[in-house]
């Protein structure tokens, strides 16, 4: 019985392991037919298989920074709404969806964690909800074959001046979206890299907030950890 198990498991683990990396190997314009046919599933791949946790930390980082659970908040790339889950849990009540899959848009809106959904490009500023919001959060979305750095201005132009942004970068992505997040007046108050999920790869869990002047800084806190020894 241990080892029929054990086959399962490995048969259900690479399945999970083999669409994230088609995911993050993926065309921009492919995304929508892929997470169409994963929205089903996604859940049990991310959680219950591969043991993702970025969802909920990404949430928990922004719960340190802003108090005021009343703020409005737009999750970015909300997928089913795991990390909406986890913000409902710790007492935010006004989040609204943006993903680009109607699908995965409607597993997310049955759980019933966002003020609304919204089906959306992140590279296309028109299509999305208007804001101003307090803040913006983010899991999954800004990694390879997903959104790169160039959708940033767009982004921040839906929050309110000194907004919060609480988003996971892929390590391999992470020079051009801080490049970009200084240009644009984005002082990164905190920056750690930790795996995802339970015995991942490290990610960026980055919390920035949004200024007005122009000596933004990016700025380490004593407990981040950087590639290369830093």
């Known amino acids: ?3 029929a198990s054990g086959s399962a498991d490995g048969r259900a683990g690479g399945g999970a392991f083999d669409r994230v990396a088609r ?25 219950e298989v591969l043991g993702i946790t970025g969802s909920s930390r990404i949430a928990e980082l922004l719960a340190e920074h802003l108090a005021d659970r009343a703020a409005s908040v737009v999750d970015l790339g909300c997928g089913t709404g795991l990390v909406g889950t986890r913000l409902r849990e710790l007492g935010f009540l006004t989040v609204d969806g943006v993903d680009i ?25 028109a299509a999305l909800p208007r804001g101003p919001y307090s803040a913006s959060v983010s899991a999954g979305t800004f990694t390879t074959g997903h959104v790169g750095p160039g ?4 982004l921040l132009a839906l929050h309110s001046p000194s907004a919060w942004l609480a988003w996971v970068i892929a390590a391999p992505v992470w020079d051009s979206f801080r490049e970009v ?6 002082d990164t108050v905190r920056a750690d ?8 790869e490290p990610e960026f869990r980055n919390s920035g907030k949004l200024t007005t002047g122009p ?7 004593p407990d981040s950890q950087f590639p290369g020894g830093e």
């Open 181 to 186: 997040l200084d240009a644009n007046g984005v």
């Open 215 to 221: 000596e933004s800084q990016f700025s380490r806190s």
């Open 151 to 154: 959708v940033v201005p767009g």
């Open 101 to 125: 899959s109607p699908e995965m848009l409607a597993v997310a809106t049955a759980k019933g964690c966002y003020r609304r959904t919204v089906v959306g490009d992140l590279a296309d500023v």
């Open 23 to 47: 995911a993050r190997s993926a065309r921009p314009e492919d995304a929508a037919a892929l997470y169409r046919d994963w929205a089903a599933h996604y859940d049990a791949d991310l959680v």
């Open 193 to 200: 890299l930790e795996p995802i999920r339970r015995g991942g």
């Open 1 to 3: 019985m241990t080892g």
